[in-house]
């Protein structure tokens, strides 16, 4: 018992003569005693620290990831020696060399935590240099970021006060980055000083000037009693720091760009006033530089509830609200549901059905577009498959974004998606992009598209006419159909403008050996002006609006030809020029993608999409059916057409036998051009005889 009494004794005098601080902690780190130099070193009282986490005393000096590492090495090796930087009560810094240990019982457990440490400041100039450390910038001197967000704090109780106005202007160099990597860092740090000595001289003495780090900067410009009261101010900061500095025996010339907020008008605390210059600073980048912009509240408004849209967006994605519905395509001519397009669509939990315009361009240029992109392609050929069970193999036709697009992974992940459903025919899906998707980056975007043909799948231009692209690019896009943008096809009946405008893109994909779709057919009426102008497939509310993926089927089954479309053609005189041009060039098309010069497939199965096809069936078999000369012409044009599309299936299996009997196709066509000459002469002579 005397022993025990005596070490108590002990410990109790070690705890009140040592000249070191000693706090012992329990095991959830709950101080429960300190000696008389704790409190002597930290000014806290035994009373104010008993109970309490001794993170009270952190000076935000060391990052969270130091303690983090810290009690690693604590909990794995039972003991720590380091400096710390802590506060005293009074604010001061205090400079210590710490060495903590675990405490364990008689089986390895640890009880509690010992922690024994020193200050290490020497003198008092030894801690006013750790205060200049801990609140000014190392190079210029300059308040670092703890010291404004200090002063700032101060400014605005100080602006409640006086009932006045706080400027807190964000400025970032332009032109600082060339400069540190031309001259090296030694003359970009010498330029960062004399800019902040300028910033110096331009503040008056209730000013503060900071800088957060690289070349970003903060001015707070106080006791202002009026908005306009900043602007010469900030109009003198720019010309200051625009004159030209002499760096390492350079001349060189920085600007900066300056966001500024203004308290309280733009923000009731400095965290917030702060965040609003800094926003501001980046419109002024992107406005020119050289120049400030004044915080706006409407814009950030507009941000932040643009960003709630993203994010709402983004949540429906993953709570399946999206849908997708199918619009139909047709041939008006042949009275046959050629396809359909499939289009996305947005159950709303409360807002019910939206359209695409109601979330698409909240989302435009932004990576959820792909992932949405990325969910339609994929829900579309799930739904083919359940089709194709059904009895229902349809072409569709998705719609592809410029973002999607221009996603360097693109065609692999189109490969990835067509390999986990081989039931689903390559062919039969058609990518839809818009002109301007593919004339922002042109060679990626031709690439891209050549890959994912290589795949089978096709492409369609969507929207033409609306966009900015010329011949010499319409020609290189290895795309099968032109989509005629609705915008023309519907008052194409009331605007003559837009009838010509139709009729352009018709011919223009005619010349070209392309397919040609009409949008935004509403009426009957609409259809047979589209077959007068030689285009027989369209979509649109007069032969069908968007519907759900279950009511296709039923749709397709009970489709029937209008009355008007079967009647819509005016007889024509035959077409022997613009025949001769059209079948020689699909020929050489055909000679040039055997050949390797092309590498996309040309449209030649279909004879009754080309002009003399369209002829033959709707004038030439009534008028002239009867001659040999006439069915001669029809077999041969029968006969050219399926021998171009023996050649190109051919080339698949053997490339050097379908380009060893390309003069067989010439010879066809050249043929089929004397044959028609012959009709044309036998015509003529029969109308002068008559």
């Not at 020193?118 to 801690?127: D, G, H, K, Q």
């Not at 792909?370 to 059904?390: C, G, I, P, S, Y």
């Not at 031709?446 to 690019?473: K, M, N």
């Not at 040999?628 to 190109?648: D, G, N, T």
Request: charged fraction near 20%.
């Amino acid at each position: 018992m005397t022993v025990n009494l005596d070490a108590q004794r002990l410990v109790t005098s070690l705890l009140t003569h040592t000249r070191e601080g000693i706090v012992i902690t329990d095991v959830e780190a709950n101080i429960v005693e300190v000696n008389n130099a704790f409190g002597e070193l930290t000014g806290y009282s035994r009373a104010e620290v008993i109970g309490r986490n001794p993170r009270f005393l952190q000076s935000g000096h060391h990052s969270p990831e130091f303690y983090v590492e810290l009690w690693k090495t604590l909990l794995e090796q039972g003991y720590w020696q380091g400096e710390l930087r802590n506060r005293r009560k009074d604010g001061r810094m205090l400079a210590e060399r710490m060495s903590l240990a675990a405490i364990t019982d008689a089986h390895g457990a640890t009880t509690h935590y010992l922690g024994i440490f020193s200050c290490i400041a020497a003198s008092e100039n030894n801690e006013r240099h750790l205060q200049q450390i801990a609140y000014h910038d190392a190079l210029t001197g300059l308040p670092n970021r703890l010291l404004l967000l200090d002063r700032l704090e101060n400014a605005v109780a100080r602006a409640d006060r006086q009932n006045s106005l706080l400027a807190a202007c964000y400025l970032d160099l332009d032109g600082f980055k060339p400069v540190n990597d031309l001259l090296g860092h030694a003359a970009g740090d010498q330029l960062l000083t004399m800019v902040a000595e300028r910033l110096h001289h331009c503040a008056r003495a209730s000013d503060t000037v900071a800088r957060l780090g690289g070349d970003e900067f903060v001015v707070l410009l106080s006791g202002l009693t009026r908005v306009e009261e900043c602007e010469p101010m900030i109009q003198r900061l720019l010309s200051v720091l625009a004159a030209p500095y002499r760096v390492s025996d350079q001349t060189c010339e920085v600007t900066a760009s300056i966001g500024v907020a203004l308290y309280p008008l733009d923000g009731s605390d400095a965290d917030t006033l702060l965040r609003h210059a800094d926003q501001a600073m980046y419109l002024a980048k992107q406005a020119g530089r050289n120049r400030h912009v004044l915080f706006d509240a409407e814009h950030d408004r507009q941000v932040r509830a643009h960003r709630q849209q993203l994010s709402r967006i983004e949540a429906a994605l993953i709570a399946h609200e999206f849908c997708l519905y199918f619009q139909p395509k047709v041939d008006l001519y042949q009275g046959v549901v050629i396809g359909a397009e499939a289009l996305v669509r947005w159950q709303h939990p409360e807002q019910g059905l939206l359209p695409p315009s109601a979330f698409l361009p909240v989302i435009e240029n932004h990576l959820l577009m792909v992932k949405l992109d990325h969910w339609v392609f994929a829900e579309t050929l799930n739904q083919m498959e359940r089709w194709q069970m059904q009895g229902l193999p349809l072409a569709i036709s998705i719609n592809i974004s410029a973002t999607t697009l221009q996603q360097t992974g693109f065609p692999d992940w189109l490969a990835e998606q067509l390999a986990e459903h081989p039931r689903i025919p390559p062919r039969f899906i058609e990518l839809e992009i818009v002109e301007t998707a593919a004339l922002d980056d042109l060679k990626h975007a031709l690439q891209a598209i050549e890959r994912c043909i290589q795949l089978g799948v096709s492409f369609a231009l969507d929207d033409f006419g609306t966009g900015y692209s010329s011949l010499a690019y319409f020609r290189r896009f290895p795309v099968r159909t032109l989509k005629i943008d609705q915008s023309f096809v519907r008052d194409m009946l009331v605007d003559t403008e837009d009838m010509a405008i139709v009729e352009s893109v018709v011919n223009l994909a005619q010349a070209f050996q392309r397919m040609v779709i009409a949008e935004g057919m509403e009426t009957a009426l609409h259809g047979a002006a589209l077959l007068r102008l030689g285009c027989h497939c369209a979509q649109g509310y007069g032969i069908a609006r968007p519907m759900p993926a279950e009511a296709l089927p039923d749709w397709v089954r009970a489709f029937k030809r209008h009355p008007l479309w079967s009647a819509s053609t005016e007889p024509e005189t035959l077409p022997l020029l613009r025949v001769e041009s059209e079948h020689r060039t699909l020929a050489r098309q055909v000679d040039d993608f055997l050949q390797g010069v092309f590498t996309h497939t040309p449209v030649v199965g279909d004879e009754r999409a080309c002009r003399l096809g369209r002829w033959c069936t709707l004038q030439g078999r009534s008028l002239y059916g009867r001659l040999s000369l006439f069915q001669s012409i029809e077999l041969l044009h029968h006969r050219f057409h399926a021998l171009a599309q023996e050649l190109i299936d051919l080339h698949e299996l053997d490339s050097k036998l379908s380009t060893k009997r390309i003069p067989e196709l010439y010879a066809v066509c050249d043929t089929l051009i004397e044959q028609l000459y012959r009709l044309q002469q036998e015509l003529s002579t029969n109308l002068i005889r008559s």
